[in-house]
């Protein structure tokens, strides 16, 4: 249980330190990225999961022996992980790789490389909900005694992994500068299938539409919430607490209307629109 109560600052940001080190974070600044590199970048509890697990899919042709065998931090390591320099394979194939980092940190070595780049969005009111209880679970980040606590501080930008305002703007100003696609996790829920494709197409992977199936099905939240591969039950629950909440919870689209009062969605809003404004972006509250 190394580092649980320690935070790392790399570049303004709190980071977990069980999870960072100063060593394995500079390394991910410096890191090679090479043609054929596939590169998942979320905000945390924006569909990471999601997005490794359909990525492992489309590149097996809808198999699912290593989505159901390996697990999914090994098929997708992250690049700033204590862990990463051991996880990643050479071989045949792409290298997928995830990141939370922001895009001041990567995008200077990514716009000298000829990598892909996937960068999952989710609406801000459900990441909010989401990542309260992640740390709920999770014994290497702050505790909240209330939601409304932790609301104000994700409103602030004052969390582990820094301002969901300044990531989302910050990786979607690059996106004319890299080879890059972004999505949104409500994109995948209205239409699974269509999204899946959009991202085959991205990455130059024509499917035949028997093996789309086999994706669209593995990758439905019923399917991924039992998997134990993606579903972190493997991780002990001396780091993961799963008694306090499951990694895989909901996966909807509107769970913050159970959340917030109506006044925390007013205040919220206001602040959205400002922190947002000059940036196009639009986001689904709900799928009502």
């Given at each position: 249980m190394d580092r649980m109560s320690v935070t790392e600052i790399f570049n303004g940001i709190p980071l977990p330190g069980h999870l960072h080190t100063p060593e394995s974070l500079q390394y991910a600044q410096d890191f090679q990225f090479k043609e054929g590199d596939i590169l998942i970048v979320t905000y945390p509890k924006s569909g990471t999961t999601w997005m490794q697990e359909i990525l492992t899919l489309i590149y097996s042709q809808g198999d699912t022996e290593i989505a159901m065998t390996v697990p999914n931090w090994e098929r997708?390591?992250?690049?700033?992980?204590?862990?990463?320099?051991?996880?990643?394979?050479?071989g045949e194939g792409p290298r997928i790789l995830t990141t939370h980092l922001p895009s001041n940190v990567l995008?200077?070595?990514?716009?000298?490389?000829?990598?892909?780049?996937?960068?999952?969005?989710?609406?801000?009111?459900?990441?909010a909900v989401s990542f309260y209880y992640f740390?709920?679970?999770?014994?290497?980040?702050?505790?909240?005694?209330?939601?409304?606590?932790?609301?104000?501080?994700?409103?602030?930008?004052?969390?582990?992994y820094g301002s969901w305002f300044d990531h989302v703007k910050g990786w979607y100003r690059q996106r004319n500068n890299l080879d890059f696609l972004?999505?949104?996790?409500?994109?995948?829920?209205?239409?699974?299938?269509?999204?899946?494709?959009?991202?085959?197409?991205?990455l130059g992977c024509p499917m035949y539409s028997k093996e789309v199936d086999k994706v669209e099905h593995?990758?439905?939240?019923?399917?991924?919430?039992?998997?134990?591969?993606?579903?972190?039950?493997?991780?002990?629950?001396?780091?993961?607490?799963?008694?306090?909440?499951?990694?895989?919870r909901k996966g909807i689209v509107g769970d913050w209307r159970q959340h917030m009062t109506p006044?925390?969605?007013?205040?919220?809003?206001?602040?959205?629109?400002?922190?947002?404004?000059?940036?196009n972006l639009q986001f689904l509250w709900s799928l009502d």
């Open positions: 997708a390591p992250w690049l700033e992980h204590t862990y990463f320099k051991d996880t990643l394979k050479e995008a200077p070595a990514l716009q000298n490389s000829k990598a892909k780049v996937i960068y999952l969005a989710r609406n801000p009111k459900d990441v740390h709920k679970m999770a014994k290497f980040l702050p505790d909240f005694n209330t939601f409304s606590e932790f609301l104000d501080r994700f409103l602030e930008g004052k969390v582990h972004y999505i949104t996790y409500e994109d995948l829920k209205k239409d699974l299938r269509r999204s899946i494709k959009k991202v085959c197409r991205f593995h990758c439905r939240f019923p399917e991924m919430s039992q998997n134990m591969m993606v579903n972190y039950m493997l991780i002990p629950n001396e780091i993961l607490d799963h008694d306090q909440s499951k990694f895989m006044e925390q969605s007013d205040a919220f809003d206001k602040i959205f629109q400002e922190k947002m404004s000059g940036c």
